[in-house]
């Protein structure tokens, strides 16, 4: 496929209720969609930035200069027969992994509907649903998050996630417990605790959680491994994981037992297939991430969710959890046993809705390679 033309828009989605983590409270989703043209083909990606430097250091505004400066000069009247012919174009630019991970996946969007794959089947997925939970943000209080918990246990989730922060930790769980008693559940405290709150977490450790999200700091590989060894509860790693490299390491030292893949946090959905490998052969299971994404994001995700070790509920919860009306038809919806299917259709298998997407569009700007 020749690359003729490309689009970048910044997008702003409100949430149907502000989530709250121990980086921030977020009542908007603001990502970059890239849209891919050439051969007749047209392909979408979701690039899963945010306006502040607080889960990862790019943003909107970094992942813009990265994409318009770099990454696209670097595709744009090119040919690529595979998303890994692109990687190797824009190879000499280090880091940028979710600048990079959003024109990935609209390249694999665009190559899949070249070969009438789906992008399920171009990946190696093995499912037709994928096992999902949702990701529930702090709460005023345990009474609060009790309500909230309980609303989606009604709705169909078979696994929950809560958040935790310092002093919102062992009472929230206990909360869950008391509540909802064995009921699925894991927490995710977002690299706010050091190795000091090590007792914090042991006291968690017979609270039959599934994991601990990345409790120490979001590079930190090192301190997890020393947490690690005092807890039976598996650690899983998510910030501190940015290649297959990252997962090497962290695998050989012990610091977790689990990996969370995120497309974005690893440049894409290629060095995600690769730390999903890797964790296989190591008998380590994964299971995807959410950066909160809007329908296109959503189904490369679900896609990826397909293949064989992703034996963990993902957080990918249906459109409506998120946002009143999502950008994609058809919308994700929750199916039976807490899955959502996956989309089966040519590439990411769900259509952009033109006027939904203008709607939501804050700036646009567009590049197009010179005529041969
Ligand atoms: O369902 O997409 C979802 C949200 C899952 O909790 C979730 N994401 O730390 O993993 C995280 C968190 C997050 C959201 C991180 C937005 C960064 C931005």
Redesign the pocket.
């Known amino acids: 496929m020749r690359i003729e033309r490309i689009e970048i828009r910044h997008t702003k989605m409100e949430l149907v209720s502000a989530?709250e983590?121990s980086?921030g409270v977020?009542r908007h989703e603001e990502h970059i969609i890239v849209r891919v043209d050439g051969d007749g083909l047209t392909g979408w990606g979701e690039s899963?930035v945010?306006p502040g430097p607080f889960?990862?250091y790019e943003t909107v505004g970094t992942a813009w200069h990265a994409l318009r400066d770099f990454l696209i000069p670097a595709v744009l009247g090119r040919t690529v027969a595979e998303p890994a012919d692109a990687a190797a174009l824009w190879s000499r630019v280090r880091g940028h992994r979710m600048a990079k991970a959003g024109l990935e996946a609209a390249l694999w969007d665009a190559l899949a509907k070249a070969r009438g794959l789906s992008l399920a089947r171009m990946l190696g997925g093995v499912r037709d649903r994928v096992p999902v939970g949702?990701?529930v943000?702090l709460q005023e209080n345990p009474e609060a998050l009790v309500r909230k918990v309980g609303a989606y246990l009604e709705e169909g989730y078979g696994r929950i996630?809560i958040?935790i922060a310092p002093g919102r930790d062992a009472a929230l769980v206990k909360a869950v417990r008391a509540a909802f008693g064995p009921v699925p559940l894991q927490v995710?405290a977002?690299s706010a605790y050091s190795l000091d709150d090590a007792p914090i977490f042991e006291a968690l450790d017979g609270a039959g959680l599934l994991l601990i999200?990345?409790p120490l700091s979001h590079e930190d590989i090192f301190d997890h491994a020393k947490l690690q060894a005092r807890l039976r509860t598996p650690i899983c790693l998510?910030e501190s994981i940015h290649s297959a490299a990252d997962a090497r390491a962290a695998v050989e030292m012990k610091s977790c037992r689990v990996i969370?893949i995120?497309p974005g946090r690893v440049g894409g959905l290629l060095e995600s297939a690769a730390i999903h490998d890797y964790c296989a052969g190591r008998g380590l299971p994964v299971w995807h991430?959410?950066?909160?994404?809007s329908g296109i994001g959503r189904a490369a995700n679900v896609a990826l969710a397909s293949l064989p070790n992703f034996t963990l509920p993902g957080?990918?919860?249906a459109s409506r959890?998120?946002f009143k009306q999502d950008i994609v038809e058809p919308e994700f919806v929750l199916g039976p046993g807490s899955t959502l299917a996956v989309p089966t259709g040519p590439g990411i298998g769900v259509e952009v809705v033109p006027d939904r997407l203008a709607r939501v569009t804050e700036r646009i700007e567009t590049f197009r390679a010179e005529a041969i």
């Open positions: 989530f983590t980086m977020e899963a945010a889960y990862s949702v990701s943000g996630k958040k995710d977002n999200e990345q998510d969370n995120k991430g959410g950066m909160l994404e957080d990918i919860s959890r998120y």
